[in-house]
T-cell receptor, first 117, second 110 residues
Framework: GAGVSQSPRYKVAKRGQDVALRCDPI?????LFWYQQALGQGPEFLTY????????KSGLPSDRFFAERPEGSVSTLKIQRTQQEDSAVYLC???????????????FGPGTRLTVL | QKEVEQDPGPLSVPEGAIVSLNCTYS??????FMWYRQYSRKGPELLMY????GNKEDGRFTAQVDKSSKYISLFIRDSQPSDSATYLC??????????FGAGTTVTVRA
């Protein structure tokens, strides 16, 4: 079956431009996550949705970062006025549900590599 | 201080060798411990997870967790060139938020 897909795979932006990154989770997955992976580092949590509700946005680095999932499926991560330090791979993950009493595997997409010049 | 610290690489081993990867973590509340494999320009994929302390074996891979010392290990036996990748340890907090180590890049030489 289809996994998590992300688009675009690569994005080059000039400093100050706005960008929008899209995530299509696995069909039926309730939970959706965004992570940021800097070069040579592990992914860092950005935000978490359960259906359309954004339950945790504690990892968003600044108010220039905004995420939405209006219909509980596709999600968009938007970065306004991009800065060079925003250059990273942005990973989306989804899981079927979040049951605190059991393990819930997060399935990752291939990521969007953002380069800010 | 990061919640999960991972031994820096890179590691280069000959084919057939045992690969040993290690991490430490700081939060004793963590219950799930994962190892992900990430190939170049791909997303991480789950190799295996362990709940609480103990060992777990899956083919050539063995994961160990020692909660008393907050130590996580992954062993790869009879390593193959196809095992060449970056390996990330991770822990789960708040029932959903993954905390990753920085990753160790492994190269298995044919």
């Amino acid at each position: 079956g289809a996994g998590v897909s992300q688009s675009p795979r690569y994005k080059v932006a000039k400093r100050g431009q706005d960008v929008a990154l899209r995530c299509d989770p696995i069909s039926g997955h309730v939970s959706l996550f965004w992570y940021q992976q800097a070069l040579g580092q592990g992914p860092e949590f950005l935000t978490y949705f359960q259906n359309e509700a954004q339950l945790d946005k504690s990892g968003l680095p600044s108010d220039r970062f905004f995420a939405e999932r209006p219909e509980g499926s596709v999600s968009t991560l938007k970065i306004q006025r991009t800065q060079q330090e925003d250059s990273a791979v942005y990973l989306c993950a989804s899981s079927l549900y979040q049951d605190p009493s059991s393990y819930n595997e997060q399935f990752f997409g291939p990521g969007t590599r953002l380069t800010v010049l | 201080q990061k919640e999960v610290e991972q031994d820096p690489g890179p590691l280069s081993v000959p084919e057939g060798a045992i690969v040993s990867l290690n991490c430490t973590y700081s939060n004793s509340a963590f219950q799930y411990f994962m190892w992900y494999r990430q190939y170049s320009r791909k997303g991480p994929e789950l190799l295996m997870y362990t709940y609480s302390s103990g060992n777990k074996e899956d083919g050539r891979f063995t994961a160990q967790v020692d909660k008393s010392s907050k130590y996580i290990s992954l062993f790869i036996r009879d390593s193959q060139p196809s095992d060449s990748a970056t390996y990330l340890c991770a822990t789960e907090s708040n029932d959903y938020k993954l905390s990753f180590g920085a990753g160790t890049t492994v190269t298995v030489r044919a």
